[in-house]
């Protein structure tokens, strides 16, 4: 079992930036491809970013890249979201996400993660 727990959401101005950080218990963290999705309200939840076990490949929605980064520190079992230059459609529940296979699979909408974080908010103001 693998618990993930978000921090570091919140209200930020248009253009602004914020860093979003995950941590999973248990000791085997960098066995898990790791994933950031989003839901916005009436929307579907969707794929943002996700990185593989050792963190040499990263893959980005294309609504974020340029602008968003996601990286991971093994030894903190931590994987962060930067996200630079947000816009007020960048507002939803940001969730983290584990997952078991490697490379991570994204952009797959009928696919789950193994493991799901309760989710932060991040609200970009215009």
């Known amino acids: 079992q693998v618990q993930l727990v978000e921090c570091g959401g919140g209200l930020v101005q248009a253009g602004g930036s914020l860093r979003l950080s995950c941590v999973a218990s248990g000791r085997t963290f960098s066995t898990y491809s790791m994933g950031w999705f989003r839901q916005a309200p009436g929307k579907e939840r969707e794929f943002v970013a996700a990185i593989g076990w050792s963190g040499g490949s990263t893959y980005y929605a294309d609504s974020v890249t340029g602008r968003f980064t996601i990286s991971r520190d093994n030894a903190k079992n931590t994987v962060y979201l930067q996200m630079n230059s947000l816009k007020p459609e960048d507002t939803a529940v940001y969730y983290c996400?584990?997952?078991?296979?490697?490379?991570?699979?994204?952009?797959?909408?009928?696919?789950?993660?193994?493991?799901w974080g309760q989710g932060t908010q991040v609200t970009v103001s215009s």
């Open positions: 996400a584990a997952d078991s296979l490697n490379p991570p699979v994204v952009l797959d909408p009928r696919y789950e993660y193994d493991y």
